[in-house]
């Protein structure tokens, strides 16, 4: 399918259920105030000048062109001792209960919606990670802060504050939310705990406090079953696996004879033949078939750098060039061949113009000057095949218990301070989260983006902040407590406080997110002519 038609797609996943969820959560809103008799003007999705609209039983229902958001009018909801229509009309204070069902109904339409979309996501599946049997840590600065409180390369991590570590991702959870570090570990088969300690912030990511080591996991069984096979590659040649005639759907489980489990088990065993035939068997619909493939050695100008924020490494890939050749995270870049490199264009244009040959990266380490050489090349072998991703099937309670808690957690770290405001993404931002979800893990991994959000947004708009829903829940709470109105002149001046607060957050996290636009990781890998940088994603790949 031509890209253009992709990114139409993505755009319309994004603009469809990011809208959706807004929508929803005011629907829900919308049908409360019409159960419980509350005057209504307006239905807004999106804020600022009708775009388009239309009006029906008296209520006005457009869709505005900023779009952040959206709103249903009800005049009896605002802080007001004397609610009135904009026409001047005089309208009954509404019952405190009315108030609560009416703020309660858009979380919860939220949370309706996230059920659906989690339902779906138990029958179909959802994208994840493996789950971990070992994660080995690799490459760990000395100058860090795990470093000092104990840390060494080679520790299997077991637990991270007292968790299970299932994979990599709640490993980088655990250090951006937390505000202390606890690790239980493995050395040399002995058990040792390090920590708990507060983990150091990193500038250059976001401020956000990742963790400052490499690591190497060792995933349990997963099926080797292929999901695609590549007829040509773009010069025209067949790929081996087609030729060989592999089939979607086929699954790995013999090797020269050797029983084999996962992905990794095939890389593995075509690497170790360095270009010779590997005889495999594969299941397919029932009967074993053998298959004899040859592949075919792919040599690409590779250094395997990841740099967030020019001249410092965020990462070195393992077994890439650079890594091999001594580059560390943290080390500044300085140039290449003696060349100084002020900026990441400069540097990626003197690699381009060296590529395929040995050059001399230049760095300095903690103020000292390095300069290391290294063949700006990488070879591997491979067959041309993609193999489905691992899928978990959890039911919609389980699913929601667990964003629920993640975004608590989130909560609390911005409260304690672990996490900035910069770090909060608002509706650019979490649209183009949804657009980059979908792009790299398909339909589903873009619904459970969605299930996040929703829920998210309805524990979000439950704080009991005024302005919030959960504002007006406490203040008709506090009512039917104390059985007395609070007034309008304190509550107008608050409401507008809050106002003028939520303001200038989401201008805040909304200039962060244009900014992060352009805040994407560079991966120094493949140097084409006129094509300074290709994404290399290590997506079960063969």
């Not at 108030?99 to 179909?124: E, Q």
């Not at 690799?138 to 991590?157: A, E, F, T």
């Not at 140097?527 to 940088?533: I, L, S, T, Y």
């Amino acid at each position: 399918m031509p890209d253009f038609l992709v990114n139409i797609g993505l755009i319309l996943f994004v603009v469809f259920f990011f809208g959706f969820s807004v929508f929803i959560h005011e629907f829900g809103h919308l049908l409360a105030a019409v159960w419980r008799g509350l005057h209504i003007e307006k239905f807004s999705i999106g804020f600022g000048q009708r775009i388009w609209g239309f009006t029906k039983n008296k209520v006005e229902f457009i869709i505005g062109w900023l779009p952040f958001g959206g709103y249903v009018q009800l005049p009896q909801l605002e802080p007001n001792d004397e609610p009135m229509t904009s026409d001047g009309r005089i309208l009954p204070a509404p019952k405190a209960i009315d108030r609560v069902i009416v703020a309660v109904a858009g979380p919860l339409f939220n949370i309706l919606f996230a059920f659906v979309l989690g339902t779906i996501l138990w029958k179909s599946g959802k994208p994840a990670a493996p789950p971990l049997e070992r994660l080995e840590v690799r490459d760990i600065p000395q100058r860090s802060v795990d470093y000092k409180k104990g840390l060494r390369n080679g520790d299997n991590l077991l637990t991270i504050n007292g968790k299970k570590i299932k994979n990599s991702d709640m490993l980088l959870k655990e250090y951006v939310l937390s505000g202390e570090v606890t690790l239980e570990l493995e050395r040399a088969d002995k058990p040792m705990t390090i920590g708990p300690f507060v983990p150091e912030k990193d500038p250059n990511f976001e401020n956000l406090s990742f963790p400052p080591f490499t690591f190497a996991g060792t995933r349990k069984s997963t099926k080797a079953i292929v999901a695609r096979v590549p007829e040509k590659k773009k010069d025209g040649s067949e790929y081996p696996a087609f030729k060989a005639g592999v089939k979607p759907g086929d699954q790995f489980i013999r090797v020269d004879g050797k029983e084999i489990n996962t992905p990794k088990d095939v890389v593995e065993a075509i690497q170790a033949q360095e270009g010779g035939p590997v005889t495999f068997t594969v299941l397919r619909e029932g009967n074993e078939v053998d298959l004899t493939i040859t592949p075919i050695k792919i040599t690409e100008n590779l250094l395997g750098l990841r740099i967030f924020k020019y001249p410092e490494v965020f990462m070195a890939s393992p077994e890439y060039p650079a890594y091999e050749a001594g580059v560390r995270k943290w080390d500044r870049i300085t140039g290449v061949n003696g060349q100084e490199c002020k900026d990441l264009q400069s540097f990626l244009d003197t690699l381009n113009k060296n590529g395929g040959k040995e050059i001399q990266l230049d760095i300095t380490r903690d103020g000292e000057k390095l300069s290391l050489p290294m063949k700006f090349e990488y070879s591997i072998y491979q067959i041309g095949i993609g193999f489905e991703q691992y899928m978990v099937y959890d039911d919609p309670m389980k699913q929601m218990g667990s964003v629920f808690s993640e975004t608590l957690k989130t909560i609390d770290a911005i409260v304690n301070g672990s996490v900035d405001f910069s770090g909060l993404s608002g509706p650019v931002g979490i649209g183009k989260g949804i657009y980059d979800t979908v792009q790299a893990g398909g339909w589903r991994a873009g619904l459970a983006f969605i299930f996040m959000i929703n829920i998210s947004l309805a524990i979000f708009n439950l704080l009991p902040l005024p302005v919030l829903d959960g504002g007006h829940i406490f203040i008709a709470v506090l009512e039917m407590v104390s059985r007395r109105k609070v007034p309008a002149k304190i509550l107008q001046p608050v409401t507008m406080l809050f106002v003028l607060f939520f303001l200038t957050l989401m201008a805040y996290v909304t200039m962060h997110d244009i900014r992060r636009t352009g805040f994407k990781p560079t991966d120094v890998y493949k140097f084409e002519k006129n094509n300074h940088m290709s994404n290399h994603a290590e997506n079960q790949q063969s």
